[in-house]
């Protein structure tokens, strides 16, 4: 299996300084082992009046100093890849229609798991008569697609987090609006694009068994994962918006340019000195994954501002 690694955005706003940390982890995970680069627009879900947004989002990754092999993918485009793998789980009869609303999903899933159970669909639609269901689909009903995943227990092992073990639910793999799903388009992109080695945050890894299981039923080869700590602000949530400038354009409205925040990000993950000025290329040889923090980064990006 190749190292090739990738860095894939949802282009739903301006990356901010938790995705920019990723992304950098990303290319050097990748350029420390001399593989491949490439850029991956997630945007199956995306309307058009988000289009702003690709391009600043790969402006801003550029303006960092990294760079990517080949002009990005953009998952819009690859609707028909995804609908053959799609097409090779029906013919197995492991995708079943699902007619539960959102609200149906939560009062079954909390009734089975009590309120702060995470959303795992409990199976509702699984149990439905064949012909039963091929009626509601005939009659027009609305419909999402699942995997029938039966229950079974997935484990991956990952770079930073070691074995993670998980029993994985009927995940959809084309919603009730048609558009198919991320954990179906993320494995049908990564295999395609030869990805071998996935680095993201670590907010996605209780995805992961379920996208190993995809990988095994499309008979795939699963490539290796490492799930890196995430950005929280001062009151430990994730990194967003409201905790104040988090964007390379307003931190550079607050005089913190580019390389300011580039030379912060490769300190907070130990690979530079506070203040050091640096290019991602002179963090290569200093990046060891191994050495990586494992925990979250905490930043009060007002604190940020006020150095500047
Ligand atoms: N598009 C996802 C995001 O922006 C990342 C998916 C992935 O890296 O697998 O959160």
Request: aromatic content about 6%.
């Amino acid at each position: 299996m190749s190292h090739d690694g990738r860095f894939a955005p949802s282009p739903t706003g301006e990356l901010h300084l938790g995705n920019l940390r990723t992304a950098l982890l990303a290319w050097l995970f990748a350029r420390s082992q001399r593989a491949r680069f490439l850029m991956r627009i997630e945007d199956l879900d995306v309307g058009r009046a988000r289009e702003r947004f690709v391009d600043s989002q790969l402006a801003d990754l550029r303006a960092l100093g990294l760079d990517w092999d080949g002009e990005p993918v953009r998952q819009s485009r690859r609707q028909a890849l995804y609908a053959q793998a799609l097409a090779r789980l029906e013919r197995e009869g492991l995708v079943y229609p699902c007619f539960c609303s959102r609200r149906e999903i939560r009062e079954a899933a909390s009734a089975q798991h009590g309120e702060d159970a995470e959303l795992v669909y409990p199976g509702t639609c699984a149990r439905l008569a064949p012909s039963e269901a091929r009626r509601r689909v005939d009659a027009g009903e609305e419909h999402a697609l699942r995997l029938r995943a039966e229950g079974v227990v997935v484990t991956v092992s990952d770079r930073l987090h070691g074995a993670v073990t998980r029993r994985v639910d009927d995940i959809v793999l084309r919603r009730r609006d048609g558009a198919f799903a991320y954990n179906l388009a993320v494995v049908v992109d990564d295999a395609e694009q030869g990805i071998g080695e996935i680095v993201r945050g670590d907010d996605l890894l209780s995805s992961t068994p379920r996208q190993a299981l995809l990988y095994d039923l499309l008979g795939l080869e699963r490539p290796s994962w490492a799930h890196v700590p995430l950005v929280l602000g001062p009151d430990r949530a994730r990194l967003a918006k409201r905790h104040g400038a988090v964007t390379l354009r307003e931190l550079g409205e607050r005089g913190l340019g580019p390389e300011r925040v580039l030379s912060l990000l490769a300190a907070s993950l130990g690979l530079a000195e506070e203040g050091e000025q640096v290019a991602p290329h002179d963090l290569l040889p200093r990046f060891d994954p191994m050495d990586l923090p494992r925990e979250p980064w905490i930043l009060d990006p007002g604190e940020l501002a006020e150095a500047a």
